[in-house]
């Protein structure tokens, strides 16, 4: 039998080419801004690089504890004790992992199983549905509120079921910036209170919130701490998202079932740049400083655009900013994309990507998170609108 005549039946039909590998190849190749993939432009600390440079030199290159090298896990726990007053057990309940995609998919294979109903807050992150659907479980998507994409509980509560095994929720949000209030944690808290239901809470841009707003992270409130899997990611907090190193803080069991699928799906994680980081997160004014280091370059864009014609969406977290296209043409969000990229020059990413049916507001989304050099150059660009 000859390979061609071999047929494969997918897993995941409904997944194709990402609008990211579209924008950005649009974006090389007419030599275009990029403020489409959430990404910094720019070098991280090189006070980073020469940890990591140290620990290979000293030796440190082979495999590393499945669970992550001891020094970093009670780094971790240290960090989340100070800002969010909970005590992680660093040996049986932080696990590092390979950047958070990683660990998202991780903790669905080792909660999720056939026909267990996984709620999803749209407009979301595109990882998340295809995760659900290898572990064979059901998306149910609840849409936020358009416009403010703050979330809205009665249309929570009216999608949890007796099959609901988990809810995944990503503040700060992206793509729209949108930071839940302590308020809104409460309300989750006392809705999920009666239930099973699990918390996947998707914190990865935990270090970017504005304003003088504070993260609320699942671990402050107890009757969430206690369902929640909390991720969060190096390579945002850091500039290194090549780097791929994230983590995973949840109560001793749900850490022992997800290190069953981690051990077998990873088993570790590089080690020197792990020691590194250990080393590096003794200085803690790289990451306090992080709302103000990100607040300047939102402020600069935010002002750049200003008196143009898009709408500025509020922005309260996160290194992204959404704009409502609707004064410039009446074009579909995919199709201002691409018209925005190939002849204004500047790429963005429509919102609409992150709908399973393709809810188009006319809202796209711009990274910020770039050298003030790009910034300048993009709006010169947009500013002609």
């Given amino acids: 039998m000859s390979s061609s005549s071999i047929t494969l039946q997918t897993k995941l039909p409904n997944v194709g080419t990402t609008i990211f590998t ?15 993939q959430g990404f910094p432009d720019f070098d991280c600390d090189p006070k980073l690089v020469d940890a990591v440079t140290q620990a290979m030199q000293q030796g440190k290159n082979q495999y590393p504890p499945m669970t992550g090298v001891p020094v970093l896990r009670e780094a971790v726990a240290a960090k989340i004790a100070a800002l969010y007053h909970r005590q992680y057990n660093a040996a049986t309940e932080i696990t590092i992992t390979a950047g958070a995609t990683q660990a998202i998919l991780t903790i669905i294979l080792a909660v999720v199983h056939p026909g267990d109903e996984v709620i ?7 990882s998340y549905v295809p995760n659900i659907e290898l572990a064979g479980g059901v998306t149910v998507r609840v849409p936020l ?30 793509p729209s ?9 409460r309300q989750l808290e ?73 051990q077998f799906n990873v088993f570790t994680v590089n080690t020197p740049v792990q020691y590194g980081l250990a080393s590096y997160m003794a200085n803690q004014d790289a990451y306090l400083q992080l709302p103000d280091f990100y607040q300047e370059k939102r402020d600069l864009f935010r002002a750049g655009l200003k008196d143009s014609k898009f709408k500025l969406l509020p922005c309260e977290g996160t ?10 043409n009446d074009l579909k969000e995919a199709d201002f994309c691409k018209w925005l990229t190939s002849e204004i020059g500047v790429a963005a990413i429509p919102l609409s990507a992150f709908y399973g049916a393709g809810f188009d507001q006319q809202v ?22």
């Avoid at 995944?168 to 949000?173: A, D, E, L, R």
């Avoid at 239930?195 to 914190?203: K, R």
């Fill in 319 to 328: 290194y992204f900013q959404c704009v409502d296209t609707s004064q410039i």
């Fill in 22 to 36: 579209v924008m950005s190849a649009l974006a090389t190749e007419r030599n275009a801004v990029n403020l489409g």
């Fill in 145 to 174: 509120t358009p416009g403010s994409f703050r979330p809205d509980f009665q249309k929570i509560a009216a999608a949890i079921t007796p099959r609901t095994r988990a809810i995944i929720v990503n503040s700060p949000h992206n």
């Fill in 190 to 262: 006392a809705l999920l209170a009666p239930s099973n239901v699990l918390l996947i809470s998707d914190e990865v841009y935990e270090h970017m919130v504005f304003d003088g707003q504070k993260h609320q992270s699942a671990a402050l409130f107890p009757g969430l701490a206690e369902r929640a899997f909390v991720v969060s990611s190096f390579g945002k907090t850091y500039h290194v998202t090549g780097w791929k190193v994230g983590y995973v803080a949840a109560p001793a069991a749900f850490t022992h079932e997800f290190r069953k699928v981690h």
């Fill in 120 to 126: 999803v807050l749209e407009p979301c992150y595109d």
């Fill in 364 to 385: 796209v989304r711009f990274c910020f998170g770039k050298k003030t050099a790009t910034l300048n150059q993009a709006l010169e660009k947009l500013q002609r609108l």
């Fill in 177 to 185: 910036g949108t930071v839940w209030t302590a308020a809104e944690m």
